[in-house]
């Protein structure tokens, strides 16, 4: 079988700095976490970085420093995996689903200021599949009505645009370390924000509430949480982000090498602007018209190819759809006719065309 996606990182890169950890005993808040904060703040960018357990708990935290609530509202693109409205829903808050542009896949500016009110107390914008194209324009008008922008930046960590890596960019933003991500870590993910009163809150809520020493004990002056990245974790994040920069190279002219082949056949890719780098989280294209997508994920399965849909329509899951009941149409579109293609390091994108070619002839 042809993986979709194969982690970048092996056992050997990690042996020794494993072997060091249980000969020390320290097993969190240790110096591979701090180094691990260190770096992505370097490389990004990025003032201020707070490592979490996974990206759906950074994304909640943020919500939860803005204070979002009951009564208020957030707009968020529909396009995206559940997690990103279901931290606004767990708040008691309203979602505000939009819809997307039909070429980049991201939050449309039309849709945004349609439907951007007083009562809104953030935008949640998602670089989808990895790609920030149109971030800057989302980021000027949340700026005009003075609302917070969060990027969903699940899929970006080293995507960029206009020269600005994602993490340096939005008001607060918010990574992902799952397996599916380039930078694995088992589960994890990470926070980055350059205001430093926002970074202090988070110093605090993420150490249990607990800010400094009284007396050789904690002195805890808020609640707070425990979303902490262990150190074995962090290890795996140093050793993918020192060769990011390749990672992000090589998936690239994975990308090319199937635009090659599979354009000609009538697959439309993701649109990237040209003052964009996409770091080709996931590589998607959407099928010809004559081409039924699930057919072809079974046609290639059977064949030894492992393929998945792109990602969901949240309005058109049944907790939101029965809750918010509302048409949007690209969103809609692009959940049905969309399919992702292996695309890791190393891999032969040969037989992965090859397939393609027999399922696609299979069904003209």
């Given at each position: 079988?042809?993986?979709?996606?194969?982690?970048?990182?092996?056992?050997?890169?990690?042996?020794?700095?494993?072997?060091?950890?249980?000969?020390?005993?320290?097993?969190?808040?240790?110096?591979?976490?701090?180094?691990?904060?260190?770096?992505l703040s370097k490389y990004l960018d990025a003032r201020h970085v707070f490592l979490t357990t996974?990206?759906?708990?950074?994304?909640?935290?943020?919500?939860?420093?803005?204070?979002?609530?009951?009564?208020?509202?957030?707009?968020?693109?529909?396009?995206?995996?559940?997690?990103?409205?279901?931290?606004?829903?767990?708040?008691?808050?309203?979602?505000?689903?939009?819809?997307?542009?039909?070429?980049?896949?991201?939050?449309?500016?039309?849709?945004?200021l349609k439907k951007i009110t007083n009562k809104t107390k953030a935008v949640i914008f998602v670089d989808t599949f990895g790609n920030p194209t149109g971030l800057h324009s989302i980021k000027d008008i949340c700026n005009s009505y003075r609302v917070p922008l969060i990027e969903d930046a699940a899929c970006a960590i080293g995507s960029s645009e206009n020269g600005l890596k994602c993490g340096a960019i939005a008001d607060l933003t918010c990574f992902s370390f799952h397996p599916r991500k380039i930078v694995c870590t088992g589960e994890g993910g990470a926070i980055t924000t350059n205001n430093d009163d926002w970074a202090n809150w988070l110093r605090v809520k993420l150490a249990h509430g607990a800010d400094g020493m009284v007396d050789g004990q904690l002195n805890f002056t808020e609640y707070g949480y425990n979303?902490?990245?262990?150190?074995?974790?962090?290890?795996?994040?140093?050793?993918?982000?020192?060769?990011?920069?390749d990672i992000v190279i090589e998936r690239n002219n994975i990308r090319d090498q199937y635009n090659k082949e599979l354009l000609p056949l009538g697959f439309a890719p993701q649109y990237v602007a040209s003052n964009v780098i996409s770091n080709i989280q996931s590589l998607v294209y959407k099928v010809p018209k004559r081409v039924k997508?699930?057919?072809?994920?079974e046609e290639l399965r059977n064949n030894g190819i492992e393929t998945t849909i792109g990602?969901?329509?949240?309005s058109n899951q049944q907790y939101y759809r029965l809750k918010y009941d509302v048409n949007l149409p690209?969103?809609?579109?692009?959940?049905?006719?969309?399919?992702?293609?292996?695309?890791?390091?190393?891999?032969?994108?040969?037989?992965?065309?090859?397939?393609?070619?027999?399922?696609?002839?299979?069904?003209?």
């Open positions: 079988m042809i993986r979709l996606i194969k982690p970048d990182i092996s056992w050997d890169e990690v042996r020794l700095d494993f072997q060091d950890v249980f000969d020390s005993g320290i097993f969190t808040r240790g110096k591979y976490v701090d180094k691990f904060t260190h770096d996974s990206a759906t708990t950074a994304l909640s935290t943020c919500l939860k420093l803005l204070a979002v609530g009951p009564g208020d509202e957030v707009l968020v693109a529909d396009f995206s995996f559940p997690a990103t409205a279901n931290v606004v829903e767990d708040l008691g808050a309203k979602t505000v689903l939009l819809d997307v542009n039909p070429l980049t896949f991201n939050l449309c500016p039309d849709e945004l979303y902490r990245l262990p150190e074995l974790s962090a290890i795996m994040g140093i050793k993918q982000l020192e060769k990011l920069g997508r699930n057919t072809l994920i990602t969901y329509s949240q690209v969103a809609t579109e692009l959940a049905a006719s969309l399919i992702t293609f292996p695309c890791y390091a190393g891999l032969n994108v040969g037989p992965v065309i090859d397939a393609i070619h027999m399922a696609v002839d299979d069904e003209k």
